[in-house]
C-alpha cells in the first residue's frame, strides 16, 4: 500500500482532467487513474480513413462555452467554423414541404415547452408521455421521437421528462451547440491538458473498487490499494455505481441507481463534394423514418463531411449488422433525406458507443423514467470523501465536455473544502519531489 495521497480522481475524461488541475494548482498531492491506454474518456481524436484527424466522440462547441474555449487557447488549438446557411430537411419518403415545415416547428415547440415545464414534471413521465400528451401532426410526432431517441441515446419510453427538462433547462446558452470544431480535435485537447499536469495520468489502470477506512478512502486497483483523504468518482454515473463503497448513504445509492447508460453510432460520411448544398440545405437532417438518425454538416475543407448520429433503439439495430450494410443503410437515408443526387462515397469512419466496458453508451448517461428526481443534486451536495464528478452532474451544459470541465472544477473545489482548504504549506516540497 502507498504512502498516503490528499485525493485520488478516478476517471481521464475531462471532468477528472479538470479536477485534477484545480487540485493541483492547490497544492495537492494526486494520482489520477484511468482505465484506458489514453485520457478523454468519450472525447477521442482518430486518423480516419481519409488520412485526416476525426473526433469519434464527442466534436462540437458553442460560443458560450468559454471553459473549453479558454483551455483551446491556452495550448494554441486551432478552432474551426462549422459549415452555415441553407435549411433544414426531414427524412421522411412522400412527405410534402407544407407537412415538413409544420412538423419543424412542432419540434421546435415541444423542445420549449419541455424547457418550461422544468420542475414540474411528474418523477413517473417519461417523454414519451409527454409527446403523447400533445397535439401533433403525424410526422412532427414522429420527429419528436426521433430527436429524443438520437438526443437521448435511448426511447423515449424509457427516458425521464423530468430529466430532459431540467438537463434542458441547463443548457446554459441561447446558440446552436454546433458552431465550432478543434482542428487537433477533442483528444488532442485533453492529451495536451494531461501533458501539463504535475503528475502523468496513471493510464491503463482501472480501478476494482473502493473502501473507507478512519478518515481515508482505498482505492483497489491491479497494481495495488492507494490510499487518500478524499477521492473524486469521474466517470460516467452508472459505472461509478459500482465502484461505490457499501458505506455510502442510502440517497446518493438511489440518486445512482437512476442512471442509465444509452446507445449511440456516429459516423463520419466522405464525399468528393457537399451534394445536400445543391438543394439548399444546411446539411441538418433528421429522420422519421429512420428514428433516432441524425445528419450535420462538419466540412472542413474540400469535399464534404456529413456526420451521423443513430442513437437509441436504432443504435442497437444497426450496430448487429455488418459493418458494410450498416454504412450503406445510412449513407442510402442521407440521399434520399436531402432528396439531391449523392456523389459516391468515398471514405467512411465509424464508431459504436455502446455497452464499453469502461465508458458505457451514448454522449452520457441520462436518468429512467420512474427514477426519483433531484438526482444531481443528492450526489453533488454529498458529505463525504468520495465526491462525484462528471458531464451528467454540470450545472450547465450537462451532456457536452464543458459541462464535465464545470463539473471537475466543482468537484475540486467541494474536496476542498472538505480538506479544510489547499495544503500550501507543501507545495513547495511537493514541486521539488
Excluded at 494526486?30 to 491506454?37: D, G, K, N, Q, V
Excluded at 440521399?335 to 456523389?343: H, K, N, S
Aim: glycine share 14%.
Amino acid at each position: 500500500m502507498s504512502a498516503p495521497l490528499d485525493v485520488v480522481v478516478v476517471g481521464a475524461g475531462f471532468a477528472g482532467l479538470a479536477a485534477t488541475q484545480a487540485l493541483e494548482a492547490a497544492g495537492c498531492r494526486t494520482a489520477l487513474l484511468e482505465a484506458l491506454e489514453r485520457p478523454g474518456g468519450r472525447a477521442e481524436t482518430v486518423i480516419g480513413a481519409d488520412g485526416s484527424a476525426w473526433d469519434a466522440g464527442a466534436q462540437f462547441i458553442n460560443g458560450d462555452m468559454r471553459r473549453v474555449l479558454g483551455l483551446a487557447r491556452r495550448f494554441g488549438l486551432g478552432l474551426v467554423a462549422a459549415p452555415v446557411g441553407g435549411r433544414s430537411a426531414v427524412h421522411a419518403p412522400g412527405a410534402g414541404h407544407a407537412q415538413v415545415r409544420l412538423a419543424l416547428a412542432e419540434a421546435e415547440a415541444f423542445e420549449a415547452a419541455v424547457i418550461a415545464g422544468a420542475g414540474r414534471v411528474d418523477d413517473a413521465a417519461s417523454l414519451a408521455d409527454l409527446v403523447g400528451a400533445e397535439r401533433l401532426s403525424p410526422l412532427g410526432r414522429s420527429v419528436i421521437r426521433s430527436a429524443i431517441a438520437e438526443l437521448c441515446c435511448a426511447a423515449p419510453e424509457d427516458v425521464s421528462a423530468a430529466w430532459a427538462a431540467e438537463g434542458d433547462a441547463r443548457y446554459g446558452s441561447d446558440r446552436d451547440d454546433v458552431e465550432f470544431f478543434l482542428r487537433e480535435g477533442f483528444g488532442g485537447l485533453a492529451a495536451a491538458l494531461a501533458a501539463s499536469l504535475r503528475s502523468a495520468p496513471r493510464l491503463g489502470t482501472p480501478v476494482l473498487g473502493l473502501g473507507e477506512g478512519t478518515g481515508t478512502v482505498q482505492v483497489h486497483t491491479p497494481r495495488g490499494t492507494l490510499v487518500a483523504a478524499a477521492v473524486v468518482l469521474a466517470v460516467p454515473m452508472a459505472r461509478a455505481a459500482r465502484l461505490a463503497p457499501p458505506s455510502l448513504p442510502a440517497e446518493a445509492r438511489a440518486a445512482l441507481a437512476g442512471f442509465r447508460e444509452g446507445a449511440v453510432i456516429k459516423l463520419a460520411l466522405r464525399y468528393a463534394e457537399p451534394f445536400w448544398r445543391y438543394g439548399g440545405f444546411a446539411g441538418n437532417l433528421r429522420s422519421a423514418a429512420l428514428p433516432g438518425l441524425w445528419f450535420g454538416d462538419t466540412s472542413t475543407g474540400e469535399g464534404g463531411t456529413l456526420t451521423a448520429l443513430a442513437g437509441g433503439p436504432l443504435a442497437r439495430e444497426l450496430a448487429a449488422l455488418p459493418a458494410e450494410a450498416r454504412i450503406s443503410r445510412i449513407a442510402a437515408a442521407a440521399a434520399e433525406g436531402f432528396g439531391v443526387a449523392a456523389p459516391p462515397l468515398l471514405s467512411c469512419d465509424e464508431r459504436l458507443w455502446l455497452d464499453h466496458p469502461t465508458l458505457g453508451g451514448g454522449y452520457s448517461g441520462h436518468r429512467a423514467a420512474g427514477a426519483p428526481s433531484g438526482a444531481e443534486a443528492a450526489l453533488t451536495r454529498l458529505d463525504g470523501p468520495i465526491v462525484f464528478a462528471g458531464t451528467d452532474l454540470a450545472a450547465d451544459f450537462p451532456g457536452f465536455v464543458e459541462g464535465a470541465i464545470a463539473s471537475g472544477e466543482a468537484a475540486a473545489a467541494r474536496v476542498l473544502g472538505k480538506l479544510g482548504g489547499a495544503p500550501r504549506a507543501r507545495q513547495g516540497a511537493l514541486l521539488a519531489a
